[in-house]
């Protein structure tokens, strides 16, 4: 196979200043719903992208599970590698890409962990397996092999039983938005790139070079 010559032309849509909204988060929602409809995959999977103190990055896919007019949730252990980056150094960036409406979609900005409210809300909401396996799993650190593993997740499961506590070390984390980039590719790969930066008067749009 010659991966060289793995190509693809764009044609299905294009994107321009006056068919987007001037706010940001009413166009992610727009481009989401979009995904949703389109029945992708797992339509709401998003690269993680966060660096350590020293600046060497690392990135993860993880499940938006909610976004408001603040900045967009997931849920992870806190403990994790990537609850560990986070904090040390706050900044982050999420990105989707929709291979099929041939979209990618950016935002950077700060995170900061939900409340502990929120935490515990979604946590109750999910399969009782996945509690049991949140409790059980110290996410990101060796493990001896897969049977340690299933031991753990059967002491969680005979402890917590059928109403398992959240540990106060997995919950939500919120990415506040600074900036948002939508990309629509485009034929002759002349793709289209809208910007949205959060500056001192709100919301400013422009147009990046593909
Ligand atoms: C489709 C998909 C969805 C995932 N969703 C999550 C998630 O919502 N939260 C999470 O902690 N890990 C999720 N993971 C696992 C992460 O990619 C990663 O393996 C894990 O969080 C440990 O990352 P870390 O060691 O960098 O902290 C998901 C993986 C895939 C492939």
Excluded: C
Excluded at 25 to 42: G, N, Y
Excluded at 101 to 120: F, H, K, N, P, T
Excluded at 164 to 188: I, K, N, T, V
């Amino acid at each position: 196979m010659d991966i060289a010559s793995l190509r693809s032309e764009y044609l299905r849509a294009s994107l321009d200043e006056t068919g987007v909204s001037t706010e940001p988060f009413a166009q992610f929602r727009r481009w989401f719903d979009e995904a949703l409809r389109a029945e992708l995959p797992v339509a709401n999977a998003m690269t993680l992208a966060t660096s350590d103190g020293t600046g060497r990055p690392s990135a993860r896919i993880v499940l938006l599970k909610g976004i408001d007019e603040r900045g967009l949730v997931f849920f992870t252990n806190y403990r994790s590698r990537k609850g560990r980056e986070l904090a040390a150094n706050p900044q982050a960036a999420l990105l989707f890409y929709w291979a099929e409406l041939e979209r990618e979609l950016r935002v950077e900005g700060r995170i900061e962990a939900v409340s502990a409210a929120e935490s515990d809300e979604y946590f109750a909401s999910r399969p009782l397996a996945s509690r049991h396996a949140a409790i059980a799993s110290p996410q990101s650190e060796a493990v001896a092999n897969r049977a340690e593993l299933e031991a753990r997740f059967d002491e969680a499961a005979a402890r917590g039983g059928d109403s398992p506590q959240r540990p106060a070390h997995w919950g939500g984390y919120r990415l506040l938005p600074q900036s948002f980039e939508f990309w629509q590719g485009r034929p002759s790969r002349l793709h289209d790139r809208l910007l949205y930066t959060l500056g001192d008067s709100g919301w400013q749009l422009s147009r990046l070079a593909p």
